[in-house]
């Protein structure tokens, strides 16, 4: 836009990292920006707390790296550099748990690990082969990534014991997807290739990340930020004709004019609403990706001890001989198909169980707490059993659920009160509206398209003025992450601006 025409001027529905990257692009580009945010803060799914003590990130901690080097540099790792936020390269030790609670050894963990992700790599390929040579169709869509795992697992693994505890460890990428493995589509098992890359931990927590996106909508007098503004309504025109404006309602009763409108609003919050907010309703293309792209369950528990007792030794199934400066204990530990008398009363689905050691991170992030990540009915069912419960109900449910993991820990004494939570942290994250009742999106068995349904967030509906961004409307293979909501913010307002250019 040259300086003698008025500005353009862009509603924004949505603050998360998307919606503040597509305004940081508006606005370099001269035009006026509006961000509606429903909630009292800005950073959507990135967000904090300080129950434990200390601040952690309830939301993303992740950052995962390019898998292809002729990429970009990566957006979040830059922001993560530029803001001095500390990452954390974990070890590759890991403590297993059989079903029956004990340890397997360093070499069978290794072994039996290394070949999962071998296999997972090889679906990732035969997926992308097929997407890349036009013949995905041949992959049916009713086939998950778990079905895929048992197939090679019977060609490769003899040993019927270990081919069981093979399977039982491909149940870990469930943690990456937020589903069980049984749910993953093959045929766009490719889409999910960003995980079990080279991934860094923030070990502090994401909000210098944050802070540095927001500062351009930040600072501008420009950009105009209304906090506790809900949306309720969106109506365009038919088609794009001269000076019309998108037409918004938001819950307080006021009515804002846009010359374009881009929503960022999760996918599950598109599921809910998107037939009542919408008019016209949005096209079929649209609906179909609302409805085809499912949204994940991830949940998170932080649990604190006194001390990180566990770490204090090291079990005869760790190596021990470190290289300098890495940690003696293994950073993961996975707990399969837990049947123990003592898991069952209040695990009777045995899901599995796993943790990230965060006490391994250098000064001063180094706090004796271990993260559980939970997903699928697993997160569910535990968000149901806290749900509304007072504080003091919330630790002791979660500590009757989560003894019988954490009590398996080296070192782990009934009687020291080291060895007693001292504080626990859980995410309800489907129970919040604003974040559409999930976590982030992903492509789950008996979806025929979900190429094209991103690609269908992506093209929007530029001749309604109306577009769509956000972790669902990503580059392919970042969907469902922080980099991928922000390179999709700032794709759309690239299209935004070539309209007016
Ligand atoms: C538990 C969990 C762990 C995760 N871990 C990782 C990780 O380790 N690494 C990683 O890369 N990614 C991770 N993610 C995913 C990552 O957080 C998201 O992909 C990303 O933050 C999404 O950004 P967004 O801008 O698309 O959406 P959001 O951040 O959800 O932003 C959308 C905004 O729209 C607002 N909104 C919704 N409805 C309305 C309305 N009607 N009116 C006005 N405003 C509205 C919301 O309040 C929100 O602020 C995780 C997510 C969760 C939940």
């Not at 940081?24 to 003590?53: K, P, Y």
């Not at 038919?238 to 999760?266: H, Y």
């Not at 919408?278 to 001390?307: G, H, M, Y």
Request: net charge negative; with cysteine.
């Amino acid at each position: 836009m040259d300086g003698s025409t008025p500005k353009k001027h862009v509603c924004i529905v949505g603050a998360g990292i998307s919606g503040l990257r597509c305004a940081d692009v508006l606005l370099s580009h001269g035009f006026e920006v509006t961000i509606l945010e429903a909630r009292d803060r800005i950073g959507g799914r990135i967000c904090q707390s300080d129950q434990l003590g200390y601040t952690v990130d309830i939301g993303p901690n992740w950052i995962h790296a390019w898998t292809d080097d002729s990429k970009e540099p990566h957006p979040i790792y830059t922001l993560a550099m530029a803001t001095n936020t500390p990452l954390h390269h974990w070890n590759n030790k890991q403590l297993i748990f059989d079903s029956n609670g004990n340890s397997l050894s360093a070499e069978l963990t290794e072994r039996l690990s290394t070949l999962v992700w071998q296999i997972i790599e090889m679906a990732f390929q035969q997926s992308e082969e097929a997407h890349l040579n036009g013949s995905s169709h041949t992959i049916p869509a009713e086939d998950s990534l778990y079905d895929f795992i048992r197939r090679k697992a019977e060609e490769l693994v003899t040993n019927e014991k270990e081919r069981g505890l093979l399977l039982q460890m491909s149940e870990m990428f469930g943690a990456y997807v937020g589903v069980p493995v049984w749910r993953q589509s093959l045929r766009f098992a490719w889409m999910e290739e960003c995980c079990g890359g080279e991934e860094m931990f923030v070990s502090s927590n994401y909000s210098a990340i944050l802070a540095r996106a927001a500062k351009p909508a930040l600072d501008s007098p420009n950009c105009h930020i209304q906090l506790n503004t809900l949306v309720t309504s969106v109506v365009t025109h038919k088609q794009r004709l001269p000076n019309q404006q998108v037409k918004i309602s938001t819950a307080t009763g006021s009515t804002l004019e846009f010359d374009e409108v881009i929503m960022t609003t999760p996918l599950g919050w598109l599921k809910k609403h998107h037939k009542s907010v919408f008019s016209p309703a949005l096209p079929d293309r649209l609906t179909s990706a609302i409805s085809s792209l499912s949204l994940s369950n991830l949940e998170k528990v932080f649990i604190t001890f006194p001390i990180a007792f566990w770490s204090q030794q090291t079990t005869n199934s760790v190596p021990q001989n470190n290289p300098p400066g890495e940690s003696a204990s293994p950073c993961y530990m996975n707990w399969l198909t837990p049947s123990y008398p003592d898991s069952l009363p209040t695990n009777p689905n045995s899901w599995p169980q796993e943790i990230w050691d965060l006490s391994s991170f250098s000064p001063p992030n180094n706090y004796s707490t271990i993260l559980f990540y939970l997903y699928g009915d697993c997160s569910k069912h535990i968000v149901k059993l806290i749900h509304n419960k007072s504080s003091a109900e919330k630790l002791a449910l979660l500590k009757e659920f989560f003894k019988p993991y954490y009590s398996r820990l080296p070192g782990y004494d009934e009687e020291r009160t080291e060895c007693q939570p001292k504080a626990i942290l859980a995410t309800e994250w489907c129970m919040d509206e604003l974040s559409g009742y999930g976590s982030y999106c992903n492509f789950q068995v008996g979806i025929e398209e979900a190429d094209k349904d991103v690609l269908a967030f992506r093209e929007g509906v530029p001749e309604k003025r109306l577009w769509f961004c956000g972790e669902h409307a990503a580059p392919f293979e970042e969907c469902g992450t922080v980099a991928g909501a922000y390179l999709s913010g700032e794709a759309v307002a690239r299209k935004v601006v070539d309209v007016y250019r």
